[in-house]
């Protein structure tokens, strides 16, 4: 085609017709926007508006390209004349608007290109950051629905205003984009563009509007940020398209192609410029013009049949459900569940994709949740300590949140009232990891339950765990308490999850680990494991200290306790006789400080004491035994020295000599049983000889008395 003035006519009314259709759709849209109440149709009008300044600069430049071709024709007709000499100079004075379309193509394009690149830029950061927890949204998906779009927005009406958004750009962007094969109308192709850029956004909204009318909004959410994201993205090309422009060198003849002509987007309006570029990709591999050979011919014709076979085949296994035996599946048709309830182990089938969808839920096993002080585990072969700080795998930070327990019940009662300040410094932090073992117990109340049950389970039992916690002293946790928390938690929890209907039962809930705080902090003197000048203490070598004493305690009351346990055994001859033995001197002694007991009742008591004692087989059984005995000993020993005193005295009176010398023979022969006896005669010079016969008391008197006068 010439580049005449009606060519390039026509492809300023071509860029007309593209900067109409460019503010019509971005009037729509703002509208429905307003309509709507939606922040993500509000970022769409804003993109599509975004388009305007790059058809304008097309229409001036294509307008003043039609003045410098009439300008030209002008100026030729000039020179054929016979009057070229005359008007040499005016020719000359004619080429003003090829000037104008040079300042065009030099300043006016790269100006657009950089003001729409920074306008996408600053229009898409914007919108990014004031989108609702536009940072968090990635992990918060209820975040970026909240202000997605209006109560009074209707799915119907937005997705037929974003198909008819869709299309018209989609025609225009065609219909221009094919223009672009001329070389002359070569600059469309950014206007086109672009607009094929506003028909994907448009799509992308009808598809969020088709979701949003089955009463899910997650998708026309997400578009919140995808929007300002595409904007940005472009931006940055336009932007970095400019700067290459800048130190390109030129070619004599070569197509200026503007920046803000994006590259990416060309390939949504010319899709055979893709094909063109893989073929080469592939050649380029290959070594050779591999996109020449049959096969690959074959394949390039085939591909479409081929893609639409593995589509076929793709939605018919989305339409087979294979169910695994501890698995039920919920069968859901554009959000709502269908069917007369969950489907059991087997091979079941249900309408293909997107149509209906099949959640699994391993109802048959055993799911736990991990509430408490969330910390990453220890590796094998690792002793969990309490002075131990490894408590995770090595390379991972760890992650450890305190609880807050009650003061100790002591102090709690000791404390003044209204002291809330030495009442919270009596309070204690504590590290435990808590599991919540549970079963889906009514699949369907659990699906329709919540959207996350899991979350919602974790939340009510770290609400219960930590009003627990709070509820007692950290010297009962660290003891009995840890065993009793069980039972205790899993009967409140299991009432939480049975008030929110949850479906699901809980099997278990088990304290595995509890410690103190494990770090090295400084601790005033006075408290227990405390320094006196604040030096730095660790707080778990505090604890084992304090149980190292406590253990200490405890020992030594069981070794009393034993000991007196062998005391008692060994002087009542069981610990029970000698409970009761002591019972019954108590009671004695009572008796007795009191006034107004009866005599009759104390002996009646000392009767009964006796009996015990009498029946008991240890010690104090055995010295009352013995008591008794040199008792009765005492007693009838000196009855028989009474007796024997009586007897003597009888015995005086009738032989009072007799008995004195028999008393003093029997002490001499007491005295001298074991002693050599010599008598010797003092007044005879000869030894005279003595026969004494002492072995009858007559012979002993008759030779005491009749021959010894």
């Not at 004349?81 to 040079?102: H, M, P, T």
Request: net charge negative; with cysteine.
């Amino acid at each position: 085609m010439a580049d005449d003035q009606q060519t390039f006519r026509r492809a300023t009314t071509a860029a007309g017709v593209g900067l109409a259709v460019q503010l019509a759709l971005t009037i729509a849209m703002g509208l429905a926007a307003l309509w709507g109440e939606s922040a993500v149709l509000l970022s769409a009008m804003w993109h599509l508006l975004g388009g305007a300044p790059i058809w304008t600069i097309l229409i001036f430049y294509y307008y003043q390209h039609s003045i410098e071709r009439a300008e030209a024709l002008e100026a030729q007709q000039l020179q054929q004349s016979d009057q070229s000499a005359i008007f040499s100079e005016q020719g000359e004075s004619l080429s003003v608007a090829r000037l104008r379309l040079r300042r065009i193509e030099k300043w006016g394009m790269g100006i657009v290109s950089v003001g729409a690149a920074l306008y996408l830029l600053i229009a898409g950061l914007v919108m990014f950051m004031d989108t609702p927890h536009a940072l968090e949204g990635l992990t918060r998906t209820q975040a970026l629905t909240q202000s997605a779009i209006g109560d009074r927005a209707s799915g119907l009406i937005l997705m037929g205003l974003c198909a008819g958004i869709a299309f018209i750009a989609f025609v225009t962007a065609r219909y221009v984009s094919g223009m672009t094969q001329v070389r002359a109308w070569q600059h469309l192709r950014g206007g086109a563009s672009y607009l094929m850029g506003s028909a994907l956004i448009a799509l992308l909204l009808l598809i969020g509007a088709l979701f949003f009318h089955f009463d899910n909004t997650t998708v026309i959410g997400w578009l919140g940020l995808v929007t300002p994201a595409i904007m940005m993205l472009i931006g940055v090309e336009i932007l970095l398209t400019f700067l290459l422009n800048v130190y390109r060198p030129r070619v004599a003849g070569e197509f200026k192609r503007p920046a803000f002509d994006s590259r990416v987007l060309g390939l949504l309006t010319t899709p055979e410029s893709l094909a063109k570029a893989v073929s080469e990709a592939v050649n380029y591999q290959f070594g050779f013009e591999i996109s020449r050979s049959w096969f690959y011919q074959l394949l390039a014709r085939s591909v479409t049949w081929l893609v639409a076979f593995g589509l076929l085949v793709l939605i018919a296994i989305s339409s087979v459900v294979i169910v695994r035996p501890y698995e039920q599946a919920v069968v859901t048709r554009f959000g709502r569940m269908v069917g007369d309830g969950p489907m059991g182990p087997g091979l079941h089938f249900k309408a293909p994709w997107p149509i209906s969808r099949a959640q699994k839920y391993e109802v048959g096993r055993m799911h736990s949740v991990g509430v408490g002080s969330v910390e990453a585990k220890t590796g094998q072969h690792v002793a969990i300590l309490w002075t131990n700080t490894q408590h995770h795998v090595q390379g991972q930070e760890s992650h450890e949140s305190y609880m807050v327990t009650a003061p100790p019940l002591a102090k709690a009662e000791s404390g003044a009232e209204g002291d809330e300040d030495r009442r919270a410094s009596r309070m204690s932090l504590i590290t435990a990891d808590v599991v919540v073992q549970y079963r889906i117990d009514d699949l369907v109340e659990y699906v329709q339950s919540a959207a996350a049950p899991e979350m919602l389970l974790k939340a009510k039992a770290q609400r219960r765990v930590s009003a627990y916690f709070a509820a007692q002293d950290i010297d009962t946790l660290l003891t009995r308490g840890r065993i009793e928390a069980g039972q205790q938690l899993r009967e409140q929890i299991q009432q939480d999850v049975d008030v929110a209907n949850l479906g699901l039962q809980v099997v278990f809930v088990g304290i595995t680990g509890i410690h103190p705080p494990q770090g090295t902090q400084p601790s005033p003197g006075g408290m227990p494991g405390g320094m006196p000048g604040g030096e730095p203490i660790g707080v778990a070598d505090a604890f084992l200290e304090q149980i190292g004493a406590l253990q200490e305690k405890q020992t030594a009351i069981q070794n009393a306790h034993k000991q007196a346990v062998k005391l008692l055994t060994d002087v009542a001859g069981s610990y029970d006789e000698a409970l009761e033995i002591y019972d019954a001197i108590q009671a004695l002694d009572t008796m007795r400080a009191e006034g107004d007991t009866t005599e009759q009742a104390i002996t009646q008591q000392e009767y009964e004491l006796e009996q015990l004692l009498a029946q008991a087989r240890g010690a104090a059984a055995q010295a009352i035994f013995d008591a008794r005995a040199e008792r009765w000993t005492t007693a009838l020993g000196g009855r028989a020295d009474a007796e024997r005193f009586s007897a003597e005295i009888a015995v005086f009176d009738a032989a009072p000599k007799y008995y004195a010398w028999s008393q003093y023979l029997r002490v001499l022969a007491s005295g001298m049983a074991n002693a050599r006896k010599t008598i010797i005669d003092a007044d005879n010079t000869e030894p005279g000889v003595f026969t004494i016969d002492l072995t009858t008391t007559e012979s002993l008197g008759k030779f005491l008395f009749e021959e010894g006068n």
